[in-house]
């Protein structure tokens, strides 16, 4: 019975890493070649993939983790995120395309029925067109880790209605390379990584009533100074969808709308406050989820519904998600 089951569990293992390859070869399929402008010589943020206001830090953001239950789980998510900007030196003066591509391996891993612990780690591809040319920065960004612990926990006699509440700690490591010169662009968090240990602070909320539910998500994160003296403004990101579950067969479909409002403050160079810095962005969000067994996929798409970054010099548009995840 224990070689069966090594056995077995070999099998889901190997049927993971090969439809996680298939999953990243056809979405870098689909994207087609990365680097399509990069003919010409010289962004920002979310995920933003972002990191402040903007672009390097790939967390998430409000992109939110996954419709996968309580289920400990290992993915692939890719993530595009699409932005202007503009200098306003003159009145004529063009808008820029900016753009970020961010693929991650994210897993959640239950060590408790109330504990739990997520990690993330991004591969980012950002370009952006300058009066040069097109800009691009292409490297690991900055490895994030979670503990979130279930604080509060109620399911009538029922089962048709339940609350859960958890509540968390995570790091950002410094693993993404901070440019220096970048930090003095129209768009400072065109950055692989902040270059700092950052901190954040989780909260969410699920209800739940019969086959529908309210997922509230709240995370507050604090950067600190970098070596080179720079810091980003501290950011908080807020997020709520409701959902419904259908099942047909042996599948569990999840469809799900939303919103999603991201605040950033000011950055800081060498103490000194970085105008034109912060700033506000507020999204409406639809996507779609798939479960059966022991496979969970899905995507999401996020389109500004009213944002004021870095005093109108940035203009957020559309971010798109898609992920595999292979349940444990």
Request: proline share 2%; with cysteine.
């Amino acid at each position: 019975m224990k070689n069966f089951l090594m056995t077995a569990g070999l099998r889901r293992f190997k049927r993971a890493g090969y439809l996680l390859f298939l999953f990243c070869s056809a979405w870098g399929f689909a994207l087609g070649p990365i680097d399509s402008v990069s003919t010409f010589s010289e962004s920002i943020r979310f995920n933003r993939l972002l990191c402040d206001a903007c672009g390097c830090s790939a967390s998430g953001g409000s992109m939110g983790f996954s419709t996968v239950g309580e289920n400990s789980f290992l993915g692939v998510r890719s993530m595009y995120q699409r932005y202007e900007s503009n200098d306003r030196l003159y009145t004529n003066s063009p808008w820029r395309l900016e753009q970020f591509r961010t693929y991650q391996i994210w897993t959640r891993f239950r060590v408790t029925s109330k504990l739990e612990l997520t990690a993330q780690i991004p591969w980012q591809h950002h370009n952006r067109e300058t009066a040069a040319g097109v800009q691009t920065r292409t490297g690991l960004g900055d490895v994030s880790f979670n503990a979130l612990y279930k604080l509060f926990s109620s399911e009538n006699e029922a089962k048709t209605k339940s609350h859960r509440f958890h509540g968390g700690l995570g790091i950002k490591l410094p693993t993404g390379e901070f440019d220096q010169a970048n930090s003095n662009t129209v768009n400072p968090a065109f950055q692989l990584g902040t270059g700092s240990f950052d901190f954040t602070i989780l909260g969410e909320y699920v209800f739940e009533y019969q086959k529908n539910g309210i997922n509230v998500m709240t995370s507050y994160l604090i950067k600190t100074e970098n070596e080179r003296r720079y810091r980003f403004g501290n950011q908080t990101n807020l997020a709520a969808i409701a959902y419904r579950k259908i099942t047909i067969s042996h599948w569990q479909m999840l469809p799900q709308v939303g919103v999603a409002a991201e605040f950033f403050e000011s950055n800081y160079s060498r103490r000194s406050r970085v105008d034109d810095t912060s700033g506000r962005v507020v999204f409406a969000r639809a996507g779609f989820d798939v479960s059966r067994k022991w496979i969970n996929a899905g995507f999401s798409a996020m389109l500004p519904v009213a944002q004021d970054l870095n005093n109108g010099k940035v203009r957020a548009h559309e971010r798109l998600s898609v992920h595999l995840n292979f349940i444990l």
